[in-house]
């Protein structure tokens, strides 16, 4: 088991910056590729983008790529989300997830063990 708790949302105006938290704990945060989503309210969960198991390989979607920076520090059992040039759109909650190996980095059923969101609004 891997469980998963995010941190790090909160209010910010369009424009600003926040950085997002995972904080892993159980089983070798170093073995899983993790991945990052968000839900806007009415909407499906949505990728954001993702980080191999190293941290070798990143991904985004294009709603966010230039603009989002994905990393992880195995050693604190940590992952990160740093949302720069926020905008109004980018306003949800966001997970994280775990994956012993993703195949398909898009597809939240690919993804073993979820946090429970922090919820991220941006004011324009």
Known sequence: QVQLVESGGGLVQAGGSLRLSCAASGRTFSGYDMGWFRQAPGKEREFVGGISWSGGSTYYS?????RFTI?????K???YLQMN????????????AASLRIRAWGNPLGYDYWGQGTQVTVSS
Request: proline share 0%; glycine share 8%.
């Open 62 to 66: 294009e709603s966010v790529k230039g």
């Open 71 to 75: 990393s992880r520090d195995n050693a």
């Open 77 to 79: 059992n940590t992952g």
């Open 85 to 96: 040039s926020l905008k109004a759109e980018d306003t949800a909650v966001y997970y994280c």
